[in-house]
Each structure stands twice: as structure tokens, then as C-alpha cells.
């Protein structure tokens, strides 16, 4: 009888032996054979299933699933205001480069080198925006913070998929301070505004007297001119007279007079004969 029992836990054994030395892959996930006593890491990943080995081996199974991660982020923008965004990433293991990234950074790669260069790349990032730029600009803001990711994670055997920025808290003392600070602005809108129609006026006012001047020099000099025309007009008119007004002239025009009454006397100055008006008295 113990000699059947022997037997039975012989042949038993290996069987039990086998079935307890393996390793099962759950969907989602992907294995590496470790084998310390030989190859150590295996290269090639394991897919989903079970997979036999040895007892002193065995699987190393990791996630290769899209995983989300969210953080808050504190935040310092151009404008050197503090707001905190919650921005997500999207991030997984590169399946054919799985066993580097094993041996380089280990299954908790998201804590130990995503999640700083993440940090860092949205802070640089939105500090190049003002505080009131940044709700306008998330996508674009999303898409500078992605690839400056990806940048960051070459040669770390990582996928970076997705960011997403799902809130920015503004505190009560950030939102006095944006009142505070777009009142300033709307006022120096307003000032520059009234200075730019001031010197408008200005120019319009000296546009308008430049006008005036010139029209009042152009009166008084047209003024002069006609002056000056009939000045020389009269005194051509009176030279003209000068030359005319003879003595045989004016007797000649004292002739023509049917009124007049004169008395001739043969001889008088200069060889010409008086001519007496017996009510003006003698002329010649």
C-alpha cells in the first residue's frame, strides 16, 4: 500500500509541478520572461494568456493601456499673476521598445519621468500668455504643452497621446487683480483716446486760422493792388489833364459857354487879348 502511494505521488509530482509553474496575461497587459539563472530579461514582450516556465523563472507583466493621469498646476503667467490649471496627459508604454523601458525606468514611469517633464513643460508654456489670454487659447495652449512633451520623452520608451487642460482657478485676489488691472487699461484706452481727438482738434483749429490768415492776406493784398492801380490810374488821368490845360484851351472852353458874357480887349500879356467876364472879372 505505501508503495502505490509512492508511486502515485510520483508520477503526481510533475504534474502538479508544471501546472504550478506558469504565468497568466490578463488583456491589456504584456509580459517579459525573466530567467535569472540564464538570459536574464526576456526582449520580446508576452501577449495576453498563459504562459509556462520554469519555477526559478518567470513573467514580468506590465499595462501597455492608455492610462490618464491628472494634475493641478500652479502656475505663473506673463503677467506674473498665480492661477492653477487641472490639465490631464494621456500616456503608455511603446510596446516593441517594453523591455528597455523595464530595465531603464521600471512599470512606474508616469511618477518617476513623466509627471516633471509634464509639470515643467506647462509652466513654461503658459507663461507665455497673459492670464486673460490663456481661457481663449486652451486648445493651442493643449497642443504647445503636447508637444513639448513629446520632445521631452524621445528615447524614454513612453507614448504621449493626448493633454488636456479641464479647469484654471482663479482665486479672489487674481480676480481683483485682473479688475484692477483692466480698469488701468480701459482708462489709459480712454485717455489715449481723448488725447488723440484733443491734438485732432488741435490740427483742425490750426488748419481752420491758417485758413483765415491766408485768406485775410489775400484780401488786403488784392486791396493794395486795386489801390495801386487807381492810384496810378488818377495820376495818369492827371498828368493827361496837365498836358491839356492850355491857356488857348481854356478860352476855347469859355467860348463854347452860351452863358458866359465877355469883353475883348486887343492886347494884353504874352500877346494874347484879355477877355474880361464883367461878373468874374478879366482872364486871358
Not at 494621456?90 to 510596446?95: I, R, T
Not at 513629446?150 to 484654471?168: A, L, Q, W, Y
Amino acid at each position: 500500500m505505501k508503495r502505490k502511494i509512492s508511486l502515485i505521488a510520483i508520477l503526481l509530482f510533475p504534474a502538479l509541478l508544471f501546472m504550478g509553474c506558469g504565468s497568466t496575461i490578463s488583456p491589456g497587459n504584456m509580459g517579459l520572461r525573466w530567467q535569472p539563472l540564464t538570459s536574464g530579461l526576456g526582449n520580446e514582450p508576452l501577449k495576453e494568456g498563459f504562459h509556462a516556465h520554469m519555477p526559478w523563472n518567470d513573467v514580468l507583466v506590465m499595462s501597455v493601456q492608455w492610462q490618464n493621469f491628472t494634475e493641478r498646476i500652479d502656475v505663473l503667467t506673463r503677467d506674473d499673476l498665480h492661477i492653477e490649471i487641472e490639465a490631464s496627459v494621456l500616456v503608455k508604454p511603446l510596446v516593441k521598445e517594453l523591455s528597455q523601458l523595464k530595465l531603464t525606468i521600471g512599470s512606474n514611469f508616469y511618477p518617476s519621468v513623466v509627471k516633471p517633464e509634464f509639470l515643467t513643460v506647462a509652466r513654461n508654456t503658459l507663461a507665455n500668455y497673459l492670464l486673460v489670454e490663456i481661457p481663449e487659447n486652451s486648445p493651442e495652449i493643449e497642443r504647445q504643452i503636447l508637444q513639448g512633451l513629446k520632445e521631452r520623452m524621445k528615447g524614454k520608451h513612453i507614448e504621449i497621446d493626448n493633454v488636456t487642460i479641464s479647469d484654471i482657478d482663479f482665486t479672489s485676489g487674481v480676480l481683483r487683480a485682473i479688475e484692477t488691472k483692466l480698469a488701468k487699461e480701459q482708462e489709459k484706452v480712454q485717455k489715449d483716446f481723448e488725447l488723440e481727438i484733443a491734438v485732432k482738434d488741435a490740427e483742425i483749429a490750426r488748419a481752420r486760422a491758417k485758413g483765415e490768415a491766408d485768406s485775410l492776406q489775400i484780401r488786403a493784398i488784392g486791396q493794395a493792388e486795386a489801390q495801386k492801380i487807381r492810384a496810378a490810374g488818377q495820376a495818369e488821368a492827371q498828368r493827361i489833364i496837365d498836358l491839356t490845360l492850355t491857356p488857348q484851351f481854356l478860352q476855347f472852353k469859355a467860348f463854347e459857354s452860351p452863358n458866359a458874357k465877355f469883353i475883348y480887349v486887343p492886347t494884353g500879356r504874352d500877346g494874347l487879348p484879355i477877355i474880361v467876364n464883367p461878373e468874374t472879372g478879366p482872364s486871358h
